[in-house]
């Protein structure tokens, strides 16, 4: 949804002031949010389908956030889940991360489900080998939250004078930060 709305109130656009931009993208979102059916959602709008999203129920603060991301719930989400993917050299593709099952699967089309007790997933081929499992990548706090956590756990960061494209990435992370000083 990020790239949709920065496609459609970012690109090639022309603000006079920060008020404007932000009466801009509250539009965007609201039509996004209230007006845009998605395949995924059964082709309901986001907050058709989700009403309550509507209000938050606490304040939003980066620094909270590791602590109300429950890993279990994220497991138990994915146990829901059944995946299909062909071996390419012994391996499969799941999101960003290749998991590798070994030459007897080559060729094959596994079928994957995820076990929350063993954080796997459990790779079945169509063939008579065995189930695979292979311990599940990417499903760490840190992996989740993506830098910000890393951010976090600093007891303080000196930012770079944003010259680069990396060092204003950087920066625009710690602004969500409160408390934060340059």
């Not at 002031?17 to 007006?35: I, M």
């Amino acid at each position: 949804m990020h790239q949709t709305m920065s496609n459609q109130a970012l690109l090639g656009q022309r603000w006079q002031s920060s008020e404007q931009l932000w009466r801009g993208l509250d539009t965007c979102r609201a039509r996004l949010n209230e007006g845009m059916p998605m395949p995924v959602l059964q082709q309901q709008a986001p907050l058709q389908a989700f009403p309550q999203a509507s209000c938050s129920r606490r304040p939003y603060r980066p620094e909270w956030e590791d602590q109300f991301l429950d890993l279990e719930r994220v497991y138990q989400y994915l146990a829901q889940g059944r995946w299909f993917r062909p071996t390419h050299q012994g391996g499969i593709q799941l999101g960003t991360y290749t998991y590798h099952l070994g030459v007897a699967y080559e060729k094959q089309t596994m079928e994957i489900i995820f076990d929350p007790q063993q954080v796997a997933f459990v790779c079945q081929s169509q063939g008579t080998q065995p189930p695979i499992t292979v311990a599940a990548q990417g499903l760490t706090k840190a992996d989740l939250m993506g830098d910000l956590a890393l951010l976090l756990q600093l007891p303080a960061y000196q930012l770079a004078l944003p010259f680069s494209g990396e060092a204003q990435r950087q920066l625009a992370l710690v602004e969500c930060l409160t408390g934060t000083t340059l």
